[in-house]
């Protein structure tokens, strides 16, 4: 258990002196704030290691059973604690600290090129932003082409629909109107059907008769012979 505590204790104190190297020996040359900010960034996750790797202590003194080594390596982790505390507020000022630009290092070659390196990245940059603008202009004329040709689909469904519901209403409506008509003219309907019915009656003496008369007039020519 011991041994891999002292392996922690080991790593945390690696990470101290790569910070510390870099806090005396290799940010102070640093003239460039973006690049300097750059380096404490990575220095300050170094760190973050440090307090992953505490954590990890902790956790592993909580299963000591001696009391005095769980006491001797709580200061030792209490120690770390502190250090690392100290060393994330020197990067913090180190990160803050302009850096001082001798006036006779820059030349004119120098600002030469770095105004035609900004100047590049400005095209670059004003390029992938004209990209991206054609790209959503296209992606807009195709998204309102859709929306054209889905509100004409929904316009030609609603107008379909209105004329089925207006059908309904008027084949409705007529039915109403012949179910009235029908209650009302039930006594219509009884004398015509009579008148239906005498007149099947009718043509019905008729035809007795015309035949009757055909029979007569057949014996009345034979007689006649």
């Not at 502190?82 to 994330?88: G, P």
């Not at 006036?103 to 004119?108: N, R």
């Not at 009302?184 to 008148?195: A, P, V």
Request: glycine share 4%.
């Amino acid at each position: 258990m011991t041994d891999l505590l002292d392996d922690f204790k080991e790593q945390i104190e690696d990470i101290f002196k790569e910070v510390r190297n870099g806090l005396q020996s290799e940010l102070p040359h640093i003239t460039s704030g973006p690049e300097r900010i750059e380096k404490c960034k990575y220095y300050k996750q170094r760190l973050q290691r440090v307090g992953i790797i505490r954590r990890s202590m902790i956790h592993e003194i909580n299963d000591l059973t001696n009391s005095e080594e769980t006491m001797l390596w709580e200061g030792v982790i209490n120690s770390l604690e502190a250090q690392q505390q100290a060393l994330q507020q020197e990067l913090l000022n180190a990160e803050a600290k302009a850096p001082t630009i001798s006036a006779a290092s820059i030349t004119a070659k120098d600002m030469t090129n770095a105004a035609l390196t900004i100047q590049q990245a400005s095209k670059e940059s004003a390029s992938r932003t004209k990209q991206v603008v054609d790209n959503i202009i296209m992606i807009g004329a195709d998204v309102n082409l859709d929306l054209q040709m889905q509100t004409g689909q929904l316009e030609n469904v609603e107008g379909n629909v209105e004329l089925v519901e207006s059908n309904l209403r008027r084949a409705d409506k007529q039915v109403r109107i012949i179910m009235r008509n029908l209650q009302k003219d039930k006594i219509f309907m009884s004398m015509f059907f009579l008148m239906i019915v005498a007149i099947i009656s009718a043509i019905i003496v008729i035809l007795l008769m015309s035949k009757s008369e055909d029979k007569n007039y057949i014996k009345e020519g034979d007689s006649v012979i």
